[in-house]
């Protein structure tokens, strides 16, 4: 699925050079992949854990493309952890006093 929503990563190689940049699918559903980016983009102003992973990880020096990416992933393991469980999503983040 997340091939599918544009967000899993693909390794870029040809012949001799193995080092080109990570790449999504460009074959992902467009709609999809605008409707995560959205998503993602308010999860990280209004979610505390994910705020606090998207700062950290801003706060090492990655790319604030590829953290957003993360955050679309996350929330579709939380997604589909909704769907198996089949019950209400929960936020058990605990904030520190």
Do not use: W
Request: net charge positive; hydrophobic share 35%.
């Amino acid at each position: 699925f997340a091939c599918y929503a544009g967000t899993a990563p693909f390794e870029y190689s040809s012949g001799s050079s193995i080092k080109g940049r990570t790449k999504v699918n460009h074959m992902a559903d467009k709609k999809m992949k605008s409707i995560l980016q959205m998503c993602a983009l308010v999860a990280v102003k209004h979610d505390p854990q994910l705020k606090e992973y998207y700062e950290r990880k801003k706060g090492e020096g990655k790319n604030a493309m590829l953290v957003l990416n993360n955050v679309k992933c996350k929330i579709i393991g939380r997604v589909f952890s909704v769907i198996n469980r089949q019950t209400p999503y929960i936020n058990t983040y605990k904030f520190a006093c």
